[in-house]
């Protein structure tokens, strides 16, 4: 019956109307996220051994990593590129990393307006956040 449907999709709509409010005031009122939520990536490069083992164990080759050597002969990382656009925030560069120096986070306000703001230079948006001394 044509009739039946109808008054139940107002009833729904005089239910949503008249019970509480459930928008979120989403600019002036941040969210609270689940734990598990991957929205973004973040690195310590204090923290970081030049290992190569998140360039490995990425699927889609995100990043890309170079290092040198340093005069007592240990690996000191001097760049650290992302291209998020590739990137599927899986977890398995962040699971594989010894020291725990790649982190993903839940940082989930990352809209751009040109696809060449995709490539990010980690080391420079960990000085942005304070985490480089």
């Not at 083992?53 to 699927?59: E, Q, S």
């Not at 990382?77 to 962040?94: A, D, I, P």
């Not at 982190?103 to 306000?109: G, I, K, L």
Request: charged share 25%; glycine share 6%.
């Amino acid at each position: 019956m044509f009739g039946k449907g109808l008054l139940q999709g107002l009833g729904i709509t005089l239910k949503r109307m008249v019970g509480p409010n459930i928008t979120e005031f989403y600019p002036e009122v941040k969210p609270t996220l689940p734990t598990k939520v991957r929205s973004s990536m973040g690195l310590q490069p204090d923290k970081c051994i030049s290992c190569n083992m998140c360039v490995m164990a990425c699927p889609n080759s995100v990043i890309k990593l170079t290092s040198e050597k340093n005069e007592s002969n240990k690996k000191v990382l001097t760049s650290y590129h992302m291209n998020v656009g590739r990137c599927l925030f899986c977890g398995m560069c962040t699971e594989v990393c010894p020291t725990k120096a790649l982190t993903v986070t839940q940082e989930f306000e990352n809209s751009i307006f040109e696809r060449s703001d995709l490539n990010w230079d980690m080391l420079e948006r960990a000085k942005q956040k304070g985490q480089v001394k």
